[in-house]
């Protein structure tokens, strides 16, 4: 397996309850490496950008809403297939479907506030990865 990275969000239902430390362990944990990381708040454009693909979906809206709620915090993580390592300890995205030890079955409060998002193939991680970040950003 190669080295590759992905692109995480620790979200705004996480980060109200102090969690991002606990989230990072487990990523930590799964044999990731957080190779950059900020903490912003997620402006409306900057929102309605990044979930640009959902954007005639009807749940577009809430979710906006919902990532501009509070502060989140931004991470590349780098790893032995990094996406899948990273979905794997993410968890289904209904916690109620998550498996035990999973970051979603551990903290999410919904399917909505579901603690974290990752990149779901390289292609995606890398657009999202340059989306947040600048080059100079991440320092492995």
Partial sequence: MAVTRTFSIIK???TRRNLTGAVTKMLEDA???VVAS???????EQAEGFYAVHK???F?????????????VLQ????????????DV????????????TIRKSYAESIEA??????DSDENAKTEIEFFFAEDEIVG
């Fill in 38 to 44: 900020k903490r912003i708040q997620m402006t409306k």
């Fill in 90 to 101: 993410m968890g289904a995205t209904n916690p109620a479907d998550a498996d035990e030890g």
């Fill in 56 to 58: 005639e979906r009807p």
């Fill in 31 to 33: 044999g990731l490496r």
């Fill in 114 to 119: 579901n603690s974290v998002h990752g990149s």
């Fill in 60 to 72: 577009f809206g809430e979710l906006v809403d919902f990532m501009i709620s509070g502060p989140v």
């Fill in 12 to 14: 705004p239902d996480a």
């Fill in 76 to 87: 590349v993580l780098e790893g032995e297939d990094a996406v899948k390592r990273n979905r």
